[in-house]
């Protein structure tokens, strides 16, 4: 199939088969997400759909591909005897120090750490070990057995303690969750109308409210966490949006709307200007409380979600796994969040930077995994769908079997590196070692 027919195809998937609302700039240029409005799982259906409707061979590598902006791209990649993309020819550069080097790149995978962390940066301070809180952060089994990143049940009160513990920067909640949201909105007009040239305002809202926006994961409703300041202009906001790296003005009344919606229900405000390094004792602590060496949580609960669904618990049923899954990839991007704990132990201990690299390597490797993982789900409902036959459970338990071995061999590694930190901080705290807490 050459690309031109590919690009057909993705083009009937999307009209016929997925009835996708956003097509008025099909084309071969239309960027999938921002013109076409596809979110991640959307996209992992297209393709889902071209192999198992169009005949088109999937390779893995090709799920995982990062070089995919537009309808173009997608059909390249999948054409048959497609070569991985040509590297971009660099300028000669000074030797790089790796991690031990400025490293300016920043992950953006969760938006209250985002948030909070901003006024860190601007002041130099390490915000790097507060993203240990990250990998493992709470998210929720809802009912029918479904995965939720966010649920009304949920709160950040352990974020809110570790950081203001760690840095000094009090976070004071001026939501008040027993009034309206009337009430609320008033009080958050009133604090920015008194709002210090330092101070920041934290507030959630429905993203999917605000669709000129950049929303990989489309979900609705999208609880996010931005900030929000006044300008010049009454009908016009400031908004910093540090997890998706946006910084610019919206319209009041739209901002006000997605602030309404009954999905959302949160808000702070704090003084970056306060903030201090974190104490040996103090990081100390917060490890020992927030690692979790001896458990993956979200790979148990994403078995534990396939096999009810597989025993048919309560009336679930196989052919809605990938309903039951579909905020997954909203949860596994956390995983990079071990990057920049292994950044801080690596860097405190100036250990080896093709080490950090090889840890680094495992790490994406684990996040591809859990997008294979989320494209074998859905491929395992589908058939499940349309007959179940074929619907074979056991590559499914495999692939969660290997993404466990994977997560716990970097836990293992970070278990090591902090135990190293542990003897060679001059405040160490608590000696405790996790060593004997990890599986064989």
């Keep these: 199939m050459s690309s031109a027919t590919l690009v057909a195809a993705i083009g009937t998937v999307l009209r016929e088969e997925m009835r996708h609302p956003h097509l008025d700039r099909f084309g071969p240029q239309a960027r999938l997400n921002e013109d076409l409005y596809l979110d991640s799982v959307q996209l992992l259906q297209l393709i889902l759909a071209l192999e198992m409707t169009h005949g088109v061979s999937v390779p893995e590598a090709a799920i995982n591909r990062q070089d995919v902006s537009t309808v173009a791209d997608l059909a390249r990649i999948l054409a048959p005897g497609a070569e991985p993309a040509a590297p971009v020819a660099a300028e000669p550069q000074a030797p790089s120090e790796g991690v031990h080097g400025p490293m300016p790149y920043d992950l953006k995978i969760h938006c209250f750490v985002s948030c909070v962390c901003d006024g860190l940066k601007a002041r130099g301070i390490d915000h790097r070990p507060f993203y240990a809180l990250i990998w493992d952060a709470e998210f929720a089994i809802t009912d029918g057995s479904r995965l939720a990143y966010h649920s009304d049940a949920m709160d950040h009160e352990s974020f809110r303690y570790w950081f203001e513990r760690l ?4 976070l004071v909640s001026w939501y008040d969750h027993s009034r309206s949201k009337d009430e609320n909105v008033a009080t958050l007009l009133d604090l920015m109308e008194r709002r210090e040239p330092e101070a920041s305002i934290m507030v959630m809202l429905d993203m999917f409210h605000l669709p000129e926006r950049e929303n990989k ?5 999208f609880p996010h966490y931005l900030l929000v300041s006044l300008g010049d202009d009454p009908d016009l906001w400031q908004v910093r949006d540090p997890d998706f790296r946006w910084e610019g003005v919206i319209e009041r009344e739209r901002m006000l709307n997605a602030i309404r919606q009954p999905s959302v229900a949160g808000g702070y405000r704090f003084d970056p200007a306060r903030a201090h390094p974190p104490t040996a004792a103090d ?3 917060f490890f020992d409380a927030c690692f979790r060496f001896d458990t993956n949580p979200l790979i148990d609960a994403a078995r534990a979600i396939v096999l009810a669904h597989a025993e048919g618990r309560g009336g679930l049923r196989l052919a809605d796994l990938g309903e039951a899954l ?6 596994s991007i956390r995983k990079w969040a071990y990057e920049h704990g292994f950044a801080f132990f690596w860097r405190a201990l100036r250990w080896p930077d093709p080490e950090f690299q ?7 490797a684990l996040v591809n995994g859990l997008t294979a993982l989320h494209y074998a789900v859905l491929k395992l409902a589908r058939t499940a769908e349309a007959g179940g ?3 074979e459970l056991g590559p499914v338990l495999g692939r969660l079997d290997t993404l466990d071995a994977q997560e716990f061999a970097i836990k293992r590694q970070l278990a090591a590196a902090y135990a190293a930190w542990r003897q060679a901080s001059p405040d160490p705290g608590c000696a405790t070692s996790f060593r004997e807490r990890l599986p064989a």
Excluded: H
């Excluded at 840095?167 to 009090?170: D, E, K, S």
């Excluded at 994961?217 to 409703?221: G, I, K, Y």
């Excluded at 090889?358 to 994406?364: A, P, S, Y």
């Design 167 to 170: 840095y000094g920067v009090p």
């Design 217 to 221: 994961f489309n979900q609705n409703p």
């Design 283 to 285: 990081l100390t602590a």
């Design 326 to 331: 579909r905020e997954l990839p909203v949860i």
């Design 358 to 364: 090889r840890i680094c390597d495992e790490i994406e």
């Design 389 to 391: 036959e074929a619907a």
